[in-house]
């Protein structure tokens, strides 16, 4: 059954390889000498490029991604390798916003109501059982504006007693309407809206709109930082450099590397982390050499393409396979 959807899938990734192949050849390994305001126009195409430039980057405006536990928002302006000790009273203003995707800390305990998120295994001719379940809890003394989810557990095991009893709960700050997003593995499949209305019965009152949730797991802990964003002076905001910890404490006055346009909605959350306006497209300058960036390109276009041919080439043995006996069972008829 899965021989012919195989081979196509296979054939489309060939495809795309060449495809990719086509769109950005190689780059050349001489270093196209631009000024900032020549970086920022060559921002419109779409077309990567090796360049060299005199400018300077803002190295105390860094933006860091929140990486893999959070995908909104995914960037934030604080170092993603520390733990952010938050108040309650710091619901009351937006200025908690700015640890949307870290991890923070709060000292308090939770509700003495608490909600459980069943998965439910419901087969045929089977009676339904339990296979986990995820604790939804408010945060005592936030009226209902921090709220604190679980990683899914065993139902009624020590890890979900351990968690309800807890009297600091810890995990990344993010908005309540985003956790489907934010928790796909496992898939959260939970309807936001009956939370919502079944929390409302239960405590008596609304859930604000501007909610926030902790995800709250034992196992998540801060991610070390890896590299980070910062804007490149006099570029109107367009331009990005892509630095790490070790190249950031000596940035050359003359940047040297790959350039890659983007659309903004790639980077979103750059306006939020920045808290400015920023153009359709912009640019990040990566401090590699053309060369690196060339064997980057070629090996992830081989994996495309020996992925595709694999898938290609057992769909196209099943489809043979099935030729074959059924030319068989002809041959008898």
């Known amino acids: 059954m899965i021989r012919w959807p195989l081979f196509i899938i296979g054939l489309g990734l060939i495809v795309c390889a060449f495809v990719a192949k086509v769109r950005q050849p190689p780059l050349a390994t001489a ?3 631009v000024t900032v305001a020549e970086a920022v126009a060559l921002v419109r195409d779409s ?3 090796f360049v060299e430039l005199e400018a300077r980057v803002a190295t105390d405006r860094k933006i860091y991604s929140t990486g893999d536990e959070v995908s909104k928002p995914g960037f934030t302006i604080n170092p993603p390798d520390q733990v952010y000790a938050i108040k309650l009273s710091d619901l009351e203003s937006v ?5 949307l995707g870290n991890m923070v800390r709060v000292e308090a305990g939770r509700e003495s109501l608490y909600l459980r998120l069943q998965m439910v295994r419901d087969r045929a001719f089977e009676e339904k059982q339990v296979m986990s379940e995820r604790l939804l ?7 209902l504006r921090l709220w604190a989810l679980s990683d899914a557990l065993p139902s009624d095991g020590p890890e979900a007693k351990r968690w309800l009893s807890q009297q600091q709960f810890q995990g990344y700050l993010t908005r309540w309407k985003d956790v489907h997003a934010n928790r796909s593995r496992p898939k959260f499949s939970h309807d936001l809206q009956k939370i919502y209305q079944f929390a409302e019965k239960e405590y008596g009152r609304p859930v604000p709109d501007n909610a ?3 995800l709250s797991d034992s196992k998540s ?5 890896s590299y980070f964003y910062c804007p490149v002076r006099d570029s109107q905001e367009t331009l990005f450099c892509e630095l790490t910890s070790v190249t950031a404490t000596n940035v050359p006055t003359v940047l040297r590397g790959v350039l890659e346009p983007s659309k903004l909605e790639l980077y979103q959350d750059f306006e939020k982390a920045l808290r400015t306006k920023l153009p359709a497209r ?3 300058l990566s401090l590699e050499s053309a060369e690196s960036f060339n064997q980057r390109a070629a090996s992830k276009l081989r994996e495309v393409f020996a992925t595709g041919a694999g898938l290609a080439l057992i769909g196209l043995i099943g489809i043979a396979w099935k030729a074959v006996r059924r030319s068989r069972q002809r041959a008898k008829g």
């Open 31 to 33: 270093a196209r000498r």
């Open 47 to 49: 077309a990567k490029c």
């Open 95 to 99: 200025e908690v916003e700015k640890y």
């Open 137 to 143: 809890a408010s945060i005592q003394g936030s009226s």
């Open 212 to 214: 926030y949730l902790l």
């Open 221 to 225: 802990f801060p991610q070390p930082v």
């Open 282 to 284: 912009i640019g990040i």
